[in-house]
């Protein structure tokens, strides 16, 4: 099948093929799908944008379960992180070494968290990875910097910055150790009824 | 993780002998006698692990459910520990002699050297045979993990913990762990990779271990992924080393093997020929093996390689398990992970996926976890089950059920809607805008279920017996609702009282029990759904409601990630950025007070706003009132069959206007929090189209119902086709003509306004206008959800195209999710509980009209309900009907003290919550002071710190060196953040860093 695969123009022959192997592709992703809050339809559309990022790397059979990743230049392009300004940021605390590769369960891990069923704490417990650049488990006064800066992207002045820091250091900071940990965040989550319906990508 | 691991070793102060060959060696030498020497490679060479390995009946006899059975024994870690039992007891069902014989060849050599010591020696080894056996056999029968209380796999022991031992002296540890886990491989990296052994740190060690039979031991756990770092492969790469220098031994040995993969093991350790060529072979060996492994530096690969098979065999799936992401098998068990199963296990099966899918954890590490859950859970509930035929025909008819249910939720799910234009949407509004086309999808999925349900209960069986309709159809109707509509069966009107029966001998189908029970029933399901999903709404939203902050921290957490769209993007940061300095300035000028003018002038800019919004919205019900009684008789002069439109025309212009006319007071108003200001215009609004449809139901009931000769209820269903159909067409006329006007005008005259944001209170509100109607007209024209359900259809898309091309984004924040729960609230509140009331006073009060509708013949609605009780009498099989009927339905002394629990209910609840309040509080302030606990502790850390280095130096570098061993750690936790998912527990373990 491989090699049928390989002889031919992947668009047309690719989705004849994909339909043959879906049934036992589909049965293969069932499994995710108690891993996931997605159901099996879903896994498979998020498998085939997955194949689509990269036609020629990731294999239409994923049968045998090949070793395969998806380089982050390819995942950052995808129309819905492209101008995610926490794009790099995603694909890093996402993907399995920290590089922003992702195989496919990093994928559907990435999609599964930012779906909209998944649970606040879950989401917050992933936004504070998001939001901690220097991975230190700590969202410091450096981290809500970059933070601010991406998300305005450098309109601010230093001193606003700092100050802005501070304020929000003032805010969400419960035990007063100058830095936000991921309980001083989930507490500060759950004052933000938002939080739940903007932490969420739709595919 | 491997490399990180392995370089942690070679960095490692603690390991001498990991930073080169020669002081390795040096150690043999120094070690208490040759004879360690010996005994090590016999670990190695323990025939087990390769046979356990390569042999196929060596399994085969592992995953007996007999073996199982002895393992599970609690004995068994004793026995493990003593060699001698576990060579007798173990190989015994393996019925493999050759076992027993390797058993106890290494054994001898051992205890004619120096007894204690190498059973010491050798204990780790001897488990770690049986462990080798078990391992792979582990994975075939989860008897065996449930006995050692520790499923785990030997990749468990990678465990993030690591790190946290290593701090400490890892050896006694290390030790430990052949033991614990995956006890085969352990038992070679322990000889292999340490050399040192023999030394005394590991005999003080054994009797821990002996002294604990479970491996539940958190710290064992933790310094077993010491080991790891090179477990396997060095005993895969040794095979080849060896196997040419060793095959004479081989042959001398007695021992049959089926496989020789690593026969070097076996012919060392196990024959007494081995020990005298030990000290030649075996430091050289150890040498070697030592430089394998530090010269790979990722040394997962041939790890994998050989740990892979017996993975792969055992399970499927297995890739996940050779590869080198082992530590997700290392946090399942660790403590926590143990305990994680633990409560799983307990746990419905619905629970539990829900439980596992909200870990954060990668996907990989979650299908472990439930695969070992559900092998557990599989394992317990067979004993039980196994007996049970009634309990594991009932978890059968679950497991369908679940499956049913799963089928068809998915099936739900894949008529999900406008997925695409509404990610769009998202994508260039972001989430508040989204809310509202969220809203409108919601309603028409209400109204979907609302049509298929009176389509199937009521039109269809009239359809069945439809008269033919001498109506002239002339087009105007649609926009009338009156002539032709009259006669079909869009409204009540039109409806038989008969029986409905087709052959004499079919079942009949009584209209009037259909029409009045399935108007009830789907009033009650929209008033469950309801009520469920603003239960929802309010519980994810106002979790925590009287802790609001200014939030700016929420302001830069909570960035909208639905939000894709390029220029969107640059629009949401500049606003973000303007709306971050507001606040900013906001914060800094909070303690300027206003002036006593200045606050009077505030006040009475609000006084006279409601003033004069209130008398607008009471001049409007008025002007609708009086419009309304003389309509009959405007109708009557006018026999123009449009005059019928005036009434719904002057309504929607008042929907129209005033709204627009109420945004307006904002220029005087100036309210300080763009939130109240959405609040008082909100309340103004609903305020007004409330009051007006009021007004309109007054005069349906008091003047339509009483004074007219005609079929009264079909007419009252025309006048709300006409105000619905009339509210649509003004909607659609604001929408394509008006936000067009307001954007040319925006964009080309005045140009200081800009373009236009979305008002999404206004248009929400009209929704629930047009709702509203429908479920008032729902009894008066069941077609009536059908109609809203086109129209809502048709406001979907015009509404995007005009807000594609007309609207920009919303500036500012908008709380979305707490203004949809208000929303359904106001959906809920004053409009269907007002419909709830119109009806109810149209079913018990009102008169039905005499000569037409399935009702006609009656004094009241209900009477209907009465009559079939009474005939339900006569039927004895039905009496439980009538009991119900007579003691909970139409009991009052049910409803009175149905109403006085449910009031105590609510008022213990309210006490329950406003005790949790205060308990909420001083967890806050918990919070606070142990934050301050802390930092006076670490504070003093430091200082204790400083003062020990004065006084000590030694310790001093005795610590550094721990923290130097943190470093690498550190800087490779930077290379990999896999290891960042576990950095938590890290921290916990290790607050020092």
Known sequence: MSLLYHMTSPSVLSRILARSISLRQSALFSKNKDCTFFTRKEIMRLFYRYQDLAPQLVPLDYTSCPDVKVPYELIGSMPELKDNPFRQRIAQVFSEDGDGHMTLDNFLDMFSVMSEMAPRDLKAYYAFKIYDFNNDDYICAWDLEQTVTKLTRGELSTEEVSLICEKVLDEADGDHDGRLSLEDFQNMILRAPDFLSTFHIRI | MFAYRNSAYEEDPDYPDY??????????????????????????????????????????????????????????????????????????????????????????????????????????????????????????????????????????????????????????????????????VKAYTDSLGEPDYPGAESQSNHPHFFGEPDYLGAEDHRN?????????????????????????????????????????????????????????????????????????????????????????????????????????????????????????????????????????????????????????????????????????????????????????????????????????????????????????????????????????????????????????????????????????????????NSTIQHDNSGASYNMQLAYIFTIGGCLVVCFFSLLFSMARYFRNNFINPHIYSRGIAKLIFCWDFTVTHESAVKLKQKNLSTEIRENLSEILQENVKLTFNQQFIRFSAHVAA????????????????????????????????????LLPFVVSCINLVVPRFYSMFRLVERYEMPRHEVYTLLIRNIFLKISIIGILCYYWLNTVALNSEECWETLIGQEIYRLLLMDFVFSLADSLLGEFLRRIIGMRLIT????????????????????????????????????????????????????????????????????????????????????????????????????CGPFRGLSFFIESIYRWINTLNQTPSYLWVVWIYQNLIGSVHFFFILTLIVLIITYLYWQITEGRKIMIRLLHEQIINEGKDKMFLIDKLIKLQGMEKRANPTLFTLERRDLEQWGPQRVRQHDAPRDLRFRQSFQEDNPKA
């Open chain 2, 19 to 184: 930073s080169g060959s020669q002081n390795h060696t040096q150690r043999y030498l120094k070690s208490p006698g040759p004879l360690n020497n010996s005994d090590e490679p016999s670990t190695r060479s323990n025939p087990y692990p390769a046979e356990s390995r390569t042999s196929p009946d060596y399994l085969g006899s592992l995953a007996e459910p007999d073996y199982p059975g002895c393992q599970s024994n609690p004995d068994y870690p004793g026995t493990t520990s003593h060699p001698y039992s576990a060579g007798t007891d173990y190989p015994k069902p393996l019925a493999e002699p050759e076992y027993i014989g390797s058993r106890r060849n290494p054994y001898q050599p051992g205890s004619s050297g120096e007894p204690d010591y190498s059973q010491f020696q050798q204990n780790p080894d001897f488990p770690g045979s049986k462990g080798s056996g078990n391992y792979t056999g582990s994975r075939i029968n989860p008897d065996y993990l449930d006995s050692l209380g520790e499923p785990d796999y030997p990749g468990a022991q990678e465990n993030l913990n690591s790190s946290g031992p290593r701090a400490s002296s890892n050896h006694p540890g290390s030790r430990r762990n052949p033991e614990h886990a995956s006890p085969r």
């Open chain 2, 224 to 496: 077993s992924p010491n080991f790891w770092g090179e477990p396997d492969y060095p005993g895969a790469e040794n095979g080849h080393d060896y196997g040419s220098s060793e095959d004479p031994e081989m042959a001398r040995q007695m021992l049959s093997r089926t496989s020789s993969v690593q026969p070097s093991f076996h012919h060392e350790g196990v024959g007494p020929l081995g020990i005298l060529g030990r000290e030649d072979v075996d430091y050289p060996e150890s040498i070697e093996m030592k430089s394998v492994g530090m010269a790979n530096p990722y040394p997962g690969a041939p790890g994998n390689g050989y740990v892979n098979p017996a993975y792969v065999g055992d399970e499927g799936p297995g890739p996940a398990y050779g590869d080198p992401p082992l530590s997700g098998h290392d946090w399942l068990s660790s403590p926590q992970g143990q305990k994680l199963i633990e409560s799983l296990i307990t746990m419905t099966s619905r629970d539990r996926i829900k439980a596992i899918r909200n870990q954060p954890r990668t996907m990989e590490e979650k299908r472990n976890l439930r695969k070992m859950v559900d092998k557990e859970k599989s394992k317990k509930s067979r004993r039980i089950l196994e007996l049970n035929c009634c309990a594991q025909c009932l978890n059968s008819i679950s497991l369908a059920y679940r499956r049913f249910k799963n089928n068809l939720s998915e099936l739900l799910n894949s008529i999900s809607l406008w997925q695409k234009t509404l990610k769009v949407i998202g994508g260039k509004f972001g989430t508040s805008v989204l809310s509202y086309f969220n809203f409108l999808r919601w309603l028409l999925k209400f109204n979907i279920f609302s049509f298929i349900v009176t389509f199937s209960f009521i039109i269809i069986p009239q359809l069945t017996v439809m008269e033919k309709n001498h109506l002239q159809f002339t087009g105007l109707e649609f926009l009338t609702g009156a002539g032709y509509f009259t006669n079909t069966v869009m409204y009540y009107g039109f409806y038989t």
């Open chain 2, 610 to 645: 409601w003033v004069v919004s209130s008398g607008v919205a009471i001049t409007c019900c008025a002007a609708v009132y009086y419009l309304a009684e003389n309509n009959l008789q405007f109708l009557a002069n006018h026999s123009n069959p449009g005059a019928v439109l």
């Open chain 2, 752 to 851: 200081s306004l800009g373009l236009q944001e979305f008002d999404i209170a206004r248009n929400v509100l009209e929704l629930i206008y047009a709702q509203t109607l429908v479920w008032i007209g729902t009894f008066f024209c069941p077609l009536l959800p059908f109609i809203q359900m086109i129209t809502l259809f048709i406001m979907f898309y015009v509404k995007n195209i005009s807000l594609m091309m007309n609207f920009q984004p919303p500036s500012k924040a908008w709380r979305a999710s707490q203004m949809m729960t208000f929303f359904i609230f106001l959906l809920f509140f004053p409009s269907f509980t007002g419909v709830l009331c119109t009806l109810a006073i149209t079913i018990w009060r009102l008169k039905p009209s005499a000569d």
